[in-house]
């Protein structure tokens, strides 16, 4: 077949390029133990006018009830978004809170201040959270924190189905306003849209129980949003899912991809 060398470019266009982008790799953030159920996870990551990185991540323990071990959330900063060093955190005794979920950090448009947001059963209810703006993530107050999107208990016994308790929001801001993609637990894991227009006082679109990409094919388990990325026309959906045919379809997830045009239709 000829030199080896010269054939290394044909080998390597056959390679999946996923696969060739995981060849080499750096670890952002680890847990604290190197143990079975000790994470670092669920990343929020935004930047700065410098262009440093800044990340929020929910750091788990295995010593805890499950839905209660998010023991803290923690900010990171990078030069270079390789490299992230620890420079601040949240924990859930400082809120308090019995523990977290993930968390979404948002840089302010204008202003350039920063958002932030958890979620958690906060005086035992599951709602998500918001903490005091600060000019930097390492200035975020623990004790700032308090309820702003939370489920609403029914007027009417027999009326419409809405969700129970909210938790894992992802935030943006875009056409003007906020939006936050939020999970509903509705009997199972759903995906439902909330918007406002300060970032603290939020309302639903549409029903509270019509979620915005429904239960079914393999996501029929779970859907639960991931991020959305603006894409020219319209914006790419990100989301994780789940199958009742699958083992533990709680914790054995995937990623889908979905489009939306107007930030509230979701076409999988």
């Given at each position: 077949l000829g030199n080896g060398r010269a054939m290394e470019p044909l080998f390597a266009a056959r390679v999946p390029a996923w696969q060739r982008a995981?060849?080499?790799?750096?670890?952002?953030?680890?847990?604290?133990r190197d143990?079975?159920?000790?994470?670092?996870?669920?990343?929020?990551?935004?930047?700065?006018?410098?262009?440093a990185f800044w990340m929020a991540a929910r750091m788990r323990t295995a010593d805890a009830p499950l839905g209660l071990r998010g023991y803290e959330i923690r900010i990171y900063?990078?030069?270079?978004?390789?490299?992230?060093?620890?420079?601040?955190?949240?924990?859930?005794?400082?809120?308090?809170?019995?523990?977290?979920?993930?968390?979404?950090?948002?840089?302010?448009?204008?202003?350039?201040?920063?958002?932030?947001?958890g979620c958690g059963p906060l005086d035992g209810h599951w709602c998500v959270i918001r903490f005091d703006d600060a000019e930097r993530p390492?200035?975020?107050?623990?004790?700032?924190?308090?309820?702003?999107?939370?489920?609403?208990?029914?007027?009417?016994?027999?009326?419409?189905a809405a969700p129970s308790a909210y938790k894992d929001p992802v935030v943006l801001?875009?056409?003007?306003?906020?939006?936050?993609?939020?999970?509903?637990?509705?009997?199972?894991?759903?995906?439902?849209?909330?918007v406002s227009e300060d970032g603290e006082t939020w309302q639903p679109v549409g029903p509270l129980g019509r979620?915005?990409?429904?239960?079914?094919?393999w996501h029929n388990y779970a859907v639960r949003p991931a991020s959305v990325l603006p894409v020219g026309a319209g914006y790419l959906f990100v989301y994780e899912g789940s199958s009742t045919d699958w083992p533990d379809p709680s914790y054995n997830i995937a990623t889908g991809l979905g489009y939306t045009p107007n930030l509230h239709t979701v076409v999988d």
């Open positions: 995981f060849e080499h790799w750096d670890v952002a953030a680890s847990p604290d143990e079975p159920e000790w994470w670092a996870g669920a990343p929020s990551v935004t930047r700065d006018d410098s262009g900063r990078s030069e270079d978004g390789v490299h992230f060093a620890p420079v601040h955190s949240i924990r859930r005794e400082d809120v308090p809170i019995a523990g977290f979920e993930r968390p979404a950090l948002v840089r302010l448009p204008e202003s350039g201040r920063f958002h932030l947001y390492d200035g975020f107050v623990p004790s700032s924190a308090r309820p702003v999107i939370r489920a609403r208990p029914p007027t009417d016994p027999r009326g419409p801001w875009a056409e003007g306003m906020w939006h936050c993609f939020v999970i509903g637990i509705l009997g199972l894991e759903q995906t439902f849209h909330f979620s915005v990409l429904p239960l079914g094919g």
